[in-house]
């Protein structure tokens, strides 16, 4: 059952669909080097490549950096759901005041909180002021749909 867009719209203005953490990249970006790493069989044989290359000898810490990350970030069910940043200040603050998304914030435009989240967060609340949550989270799952992600315009 898919997941209604509304759902997915962040605290920040961001919308998780179209996060490259809620699609399942990073697990997927481990996969895929785990299944060429066995392919070639190099975890069999570091040990013996790390008496070439010293930084090989840090393989199994590599290993577990691989599973952290998939563990972490493998199926994030979105900033409402409390996925993401497990610490996010503006999803803390958000609550506290019993806010849907920051556009109901007078302080918005001056929340050092939200700058670290860039333009993408900017447009999208100042988008939810003009034509609505449900209207942005249509437009955003839309885009998600035709294989939008974020992360693909900061490549």
């Known amino acids: 059952m898919k997941e209604n867009p509304r759902n997915l719209m962040g605290y920040c203005g961001l919308?998780?669909?179209?996060c490259g953490i809620y699609q399942g990249r990073i697990k997927q970006a481990v996969e895929n080097l785990r299944k060429v790493i066995g392919c070639y069989g190099f975890d069999?044989?570091?040990?013996?490549?790390?008496?070439?290359?010293?930084?090989?000898?840090?393989y199994t810490e590599f290993e577990n950096v691989m599973e952290g990350l998939v563990k972490m970030f493998g199926e994030c069910p979105g900033c409402v759901k409390d996925g993401g940043d497990p610490n996010c200040a503006v999803r803390e603050c958000a609550k506290q005041?019993?806010?849907i998304?920051?556009?109901?914030?007078?302080?918005?435009?001056?929340?050092?909180?939200?700058?670290?989240?860039?333009p993408h967060a900017s447009e999208g609340l100042q988008k939810i002021k003009t034509v609505g949550i449900d209207k942005l989270a249509q437009e955003m799952q839309k885009k998600v749909d035709s294989g939008y992600c974020y992360l693909d315009e900061r490549a």
């Open 15 to 18: 919308y998780c669909g179209a």
């Open 44 to 58: 069999k044989i570091m040990p013996e490549l790390a008496k070439w290359e010293p930084s090989f000898q840090h």
């Open 97 to 99: 005041k019993a806010y």
């Open 101 to 118: 998304v920051c556009a109901e914030c007078t302080e918005m435009k001056t929340c050092e909180k939200l700058k670290r989240y860039g």
